[in-house]
């Protein structure tokens, strides 16, 4: 998972069918049909919301896009006042 995201600039703009072509070749996955409801709600929020990339969190609405914009720790605090 490390490594899909390390190299998230090479297929970020890429298409889906390239993306899926990735993913088996390189890591061995394969779409599971039973899923296929789930991903795309997924997308459905992803695409409400406006993400621009993955991981994005939202603490109480607040957009942070982990680790571009925060750190562990500082990702730890927001958590943790949002808690408070």
């Known amino acids: 998972m490390k490594d899909l995201f390390a ?3 090479q297929w970020s703009e ?3 069918h390239s993306i899926k072509k990735m993913l088996t ?4 996955l394969q779409e599971q049909p ?5 991903s ?12 621009k990339m993955v991981p994005t969190v939202f ?3 607040k957009e942070i896009q982990y680790p571009d914009e925060i750190d562990a720790n500082g990702l730890i605090k927001e958590v943790e006042q949002a808690l408070a």
Do not use: F, H, M, T
């Open 14 to 16: 890429s298409d889906s």
């Open 7 to 9: 190299k998230q600039s």
């Open 40 to 51: 795309l709600s997924i997308i459905a929020e992803a695409i409400k919301r406006r993400v």
């Open 59 to 61: 603490i109480n609405g």
């Open 34 to 38: 039973d899923n296929i409801d789930l």
């Open 25 to 28: 070749e390189e890591y061995g």
